[in-house]
């Protein structure tokens, strides 16, 4: 098994760690040490005994960041050996700097335990000295064992917790901002979806119209007849083109200018069953209802007329049925057509029109069904009339 390699200390670490025992050699040459050679705990007299702390200390600033528990322990030996020398300016400093960073980059736990501890400790040196010497002086003791040690702890714990609820505001907003783009996206998704529904039941209509009566123009070698299917073309194909337009100007406006086109409504059934009847369907229209909200009669009325248009295009010969009934606080929708057997449709489809029909249904909380029973092929749709305005 390959060794472990250490982690490279941190440039910043490496410039502090060579600043900190540069300085300390100089203040060797210089002969300048924190205390007299006459202090009664200086138990080895001269400058040069102060080099191995001060060499130990400045290894431990390399890893300040990497191994900041080590280096604390390391760091504090260190230390404790050099109060029996003449002591070095650099080690002390050295000494402040990695408690201040085993606060802030050590683990929770560990910063958490280094606060207690060097609290207790200057408590300690400030009420033991004086309960046995009674002198004011023996005050100081805790003074500098709080100054060295409790300080850099706690001033890395209040650099750590400013740290962190920096990192916690940047993930906020990360977090926002994913949110804020998956909503937009969503909202994206949704407008597509709507505006693919309002072209289709708008143009699909007509588009068929013109497609079952050019065929019959084409097929049938009569001028009665291919006069009127083209009077038909020409009417659907005017319609078509001007909902077309209307729905390209609302795409394009930017500035709102234009104004939508009104929504259609259930008072617009009997227009679109007659249009259904000069394209050729036979068509009987039964509605019993009051007032529905603005959404169910929107959703109604593209729902009987992708219905027809289906109709117009798949249905065998007969009578096409349209009932809407309002009971139980929703509308009750079904639209009959005869089923049978064809050699093909009348015109092409992609099947788009089962999956808006649907999905109108399903915006609104309500059901959609639509296949065969018995001879007949039916769409039933239940919409709730729940909030919007009436229309």
Known sequence: MPARRLPRPHRFDVRIAVGGLLGGLLLVVAGLGTRPSSDPITLFDGPWPVLPPLLVTAGCELMRRTAPRAALLTATAAF??????????????????????????GPLASARRIQWITGLLTVAGTLVPFAVWRVPEALLIGVVVGVVAYGPAATGWIVRDHR?????????????????????????????????????????????????HSTAALSIDDPDTSRQALSVIRENSVEGLAEMRRLIGILRDDGGECEPAAAPTLEGLRS???????????????????????????????????????????????????GLVQRDGALDLRVGSPYGRRDGPRAPGSGAGLVGMRERAALLGGTFAAGPQGSRWTVHAVLPLVGGEPA
């Open 80 to 105: 404790c050996a050099d109060l029996v020398t003449q002591g070095s300016l650099s080690t002390l400093l050295m000494f402040t700097d990695v408690m201040y960073a085993a606060v802030l980059y």
């Open 164 to 212: 962190d609820a920096a990192e916690a505001a940047r993930l906020r907003a990360e977090q926002t901002a994913l949110l804020a783009e998956i909503d937009r996206a969503q909202a994206v998704t949704a407008e597509r979806a709507r505006m693919a529904r309002e072209l289709h039941d708008m143009v699909a209509n007509h588009l068929s119209a013109i497609a079952i």
């Open 272 to 322: 679109l069953v007659d249009g259904a009847r000069a394209n050729g369907l036979d068509v009987t229209l039964d509605a019993d209802h009051g007032e529905v909200p603005t959404p169910v009669g929107l959703a109604a009325y593209r729902i009987v007329q992708e219905s027809l248009t289906n109709a117009l295009k798949h249905a065998c010969p007969g009578r096409v049925t349209v």
